[in-house]
């Protein structure tokens, strides 16, 4: 499995940011598709998941500014970041928990830089 992020940039503390994952190769058995982000010093946490029946998942400070969508004929995921803040600065990667039988894997996409300041 490949994953593709894009969308990341420089935004002002209240806008809006909208980053897209494509996943390309064995994608029958992707399970959810996510983001994760991990900002300098910190360690990589949750953003927001969504499972192959579309049930979103989010961390806990993205609630009610992040929404995640999945298309899963396309094997898309975006992630519509709104009123960001300079604490949302940060690395984001585009995850996928993959089930073949018994075994689980996660892949991860490159990364995105998403910087939130004035």
């Known amino acids: 499995v490949q994953l593709q992020a894009s969308g990341g940039g420089l935004v002002q503390p209240g806008g809006s940011l909208r980053l897209s994952c494509q996943a390309s190769?064995?994608?029958?058995?992707?399970?959810?598709l996510g983001w994760y982000r991990q900002a300098p010093g910190k360690h990589r946490e949750l953003v927001a998941t969504?499972?192959?029946?579309?049930?979103?998942y989010y961390g806990t400070s993205m609630k009610g500014r992040f929404t995640i969508s999945r298309d899963q004929a396309k094997h898309t995921t975006d992630l519509q970041m709104n009123s960001l803040e300079v604490e949302d600065t940060a690395v984001y990667y585009c995850?996928?928990?993959?089930?073949?039988?018994?075994?689980?894997?996660?892949?991860w996409g490159q990364g995105t830089l998403v910087t939130v300041s004035s």
């Open positions: 995850n996928a928990d993959y089930q073949d039988g018994l075994a689980s894997y996660d892949y």
């Open positions: 190769g064995n994608t029958d058995k992707i399970t959810a």
């Open positions: 969504i499972s192959f029946l579309g049930t979103p």
